[in-house]
């Protein structure tokens, strides 16, 4: 997984890209190790921020030797991954909710769309289908008005939270917006 991140990385920063570079680590001695690079000419590496409570480090890395700095931060046992610093925006102009639903990967491919259309677009409140997931984010605005109890079977109880990070990015909660949102997203 490092390797591909490591040529990722290289692909970006050699379409001209500044030479930023985001390092998340997961311990302070993948810190002092970062620093101590920074100390060595032949890496060229200057930490430039450390952002602890995200456990992210800000370094700059010379062109000269990208690839050589590169592969020594990913060879650092506490680094979880190095990935070129980049500007992101967020959308200004209102975002349509309603063909930004329809143009989802996911409901692409499942056809949704096409099931949609078949229920005139209108749920039935007589169906009740049971999406069995990671959980769902049963106040979420798109969601909660088509919500009823649900059941967590993982933690044997009767919160189906779908609890989020690292290993979940929501699949439980799109899965659900997939079959019961209302499409009415702020």
Same mark, same amino acid.
């Given at each position: 997984?490092?390797?591909?991140?490591?040529?990722?990385?290289?692909?970006?920063?050699?379409?001209?890209?500044?030479?930023?570079?985001?390092?998340?680590?997961?311990?302070?001695? $993948?810190?002092?190790?970062?620093?101590?690079?920074?100390?060595?000419?032949?890496?060229?590496?200057?930490?430039?921020?450390? !952002?602890?409570?995200?456990?992210?480090?800000?370094? *700059?890395?010379?062109?000269?030797?990208?690839?050589?700095?590169? $592969? !020594?931060?990913?060879?650092?046992?506490?680094?979880?991954?190095?990935?070129?610093? $980049?500007?992101?925006?967020?959308?200004?102009?209102?975002?349509?909710?309603?063909?930004?639903?329809?143009?989802?990967?996911?409901?692409?491919?499942?056809?949704?769309?096409?099931?949609?259309?078949?229920?005139? !677009?209108?749920?039935?409140? *007589?169906?009740?289908? $049971?999406?069995?997931?990671?959980?769902?984010?049963?106040?979420?605005?798109?969601?909660?008005? !088509?919500?009823?109890?649900?059941?967590?079977?993982?933690?044997?109880?009767?919160?189906?939270?779908?609890?989020?990070?690292?290993?979940?990015?929501?699949?439980?909660?799109?899965?659900?917006?997939?079959?019961?949102?209302?499409?009415?997203?702020?």
């Amino acid at each position: 997984m490092k390797s591909m991140l490591l040529v990722s990385a290289l692909l970006i920063s050699s379409q001209g890209f500044a030479a930023e570079y985001l390092v998340k680590i997961n311990n302070s001695r $993948a810190l002092s190790s970062i620093s101590e690079m920074g100390t060595q000419k032949s890496l060229s590496l200057q930490v430039l921020e450390h !952002n602890p409570t995200a456990s992210l480090v800000l370094v *700059n890395v010379g062109k000269k030797a990208e690839v050589k700095t590169l $592969a !020594n931060l990913l060879a650092e046992p506490g680094v979880e991954y190095v990935v070129p610093n $980049a500007t992101m925006y967020a959308f200004t102009a209102p975002v349509d909710t309603a063909a930004t639903l329809k143009e989802q990967w996911a409901n692409t491919k499942v056809q949704a769309e096409k099931a949609w259309s078949r229920a005139a !677009n209108k749920g039935n409140r *007589n169906v009740i289908i $049971a999406v069995i997931d990671t959980g769902v984010d049963y106040k979420h605005q798109a969601l909660s008005q !088509n919500m009823i109890a649900g059941y967590d079977f993982k933690d044997n109880d009767s919160d189906p939270m779908d609890i989020t990070g690292a290993q979940n990015p929501g699949h439980g909660t799109h899965c659900s917006g997939s079959i019961g949102s209302t499409g009415l997203v702020d």
